[in-house]
């Protein structure tokens, strides 16, 4: 039985996340969280995620859900309680302005998704595989495509499972030429917006918020003392890709730094000046869906 002699049958006390290519975030339904939540990296029981969500239930027994029936999208919810919470948040704006202000986000929210929702319907035409719909199809959608491996369990009845959601979409989906560059360049944003957000993160920076509840930062910009690979290892990307990023956002004019980068240890703190409109950029702690950002 495949990659059975690096298990040993015991299950860590804490769920780890399994290492997941950025670029999903944008291709697969919001579910696909549940998925990368995981025992270990050695195979497990396709069954595991149930006593997971048992576990869930317990401490939330009035909303017990079935977990593999649930849609694989989140429901954004009903337009009037973003508004009735958001007048809350900012009840010293205007309540029409507020009120207006939500209504325009949550049809771009929706737009957003839906078209997120389509592009993953043509792909799966595509691959000839059927669209997921609950997250039991989007287990087997994943399986179907290469981001899990079902392999034979201890017990013939038993189906375990591998995750390997690293795999670049750019190896899995069958892009055209264009589309292949369009998704190389969406990669690229990515990875800035990652590597952003674990500068503001490592370094400690915290964001005001002006009385219209923009965010704003007190200079026009920050410094921020870290190495490379710490960097990469809060923004789980690789570090040459770290490097090649920080290159690029230092050519533009958004981070500076006394330091060559193109051959700085990786180990090697570095000081950087980083200018706060690339900060007020990335506002997130972390990836989100398009939807969701």
């Not at 375990?160 to 264009?178: C, E, F, S, T």
């Not at 060559?260 to 706060?276: G, I, M, N, R």
Request: proline share 9%; aromatic share 8%.
């Amino acid at each position: 039985m495949e990659a059975f002699d690096s298990f040993d049958g015991e299950t860590p006390e804490e769920p780890l996340l399994a290492p997941m290519h950025p670029g999903w975030v944008r291709w697969l339904p919001c579910s696909i969280e549940l998925f990368r939540v995981v025992p270990h990296l050695d195979p497990f029981p396709a069954g595991w995620w149930d006593a997971v969500q048992s576990l869930d239930d317990m401490e939330r027994p009035e909303t017990q859900t079935d977990l593999w029936s649930q849609p694989v999208w989140c429901d954004p919810g009903d337009i009037e309680e973003w508004i009735s919470t958001s007048q809350q948040d900012f009840a010293h704006l205007d309540p029409d302005l507020v009120e207006q202000q939500v209504r325009d986000a949550y049809e771009h929210s929706m737009q957003l998704r839906s078209e997120r929702i389509q592009r993953l319907a043509d792909m799966c035409a595509r691959m000839e595989v059927p669209v997921p719909h609950t997250r039991r199809d989007l287990l087997e959608f994943l399986i179907a495509i290469g981001l899990y491996r079902r392999i034979e369990g201890p017990r013939s009845d038993e189906n375990w499972v591998v995750p390997q959601l690293y795999i670049n979409p750019l190896d899995i989906l069958p892009l055209n030429g264009d589309e292949s560059i369009d998704e190389a360049t969406e990669q690229r944003e990515d990875y800035e917006e990652l590597c952003v957000i674990a500068l503001r993160k490592l370094g400690g920076i915290e964001f005001g918020q002006d009385t219209t509840g923009d965010y704003t930062l007190p200079s026009d910009s920050e410094r921020v003392r870290v190495s490379i690979d710490q960097i990469a290892e809060h923004a789980e990307i690789p570090t040459p890709v770290v490097r090649g990023v920080l290159m690029e956002l230092q050519e533009d004019g958004h981070v500076k730094t006394g330091a060559e980068l193109k051959s700085v240890p990786f180990t090697q703190e570095v000081d950087y000046t980083v200018a706060s409109a690339l900060l007020l950029d990335y506002p997130n702690d972390w990836l989100a869906p398009p939807e969701h950002r």
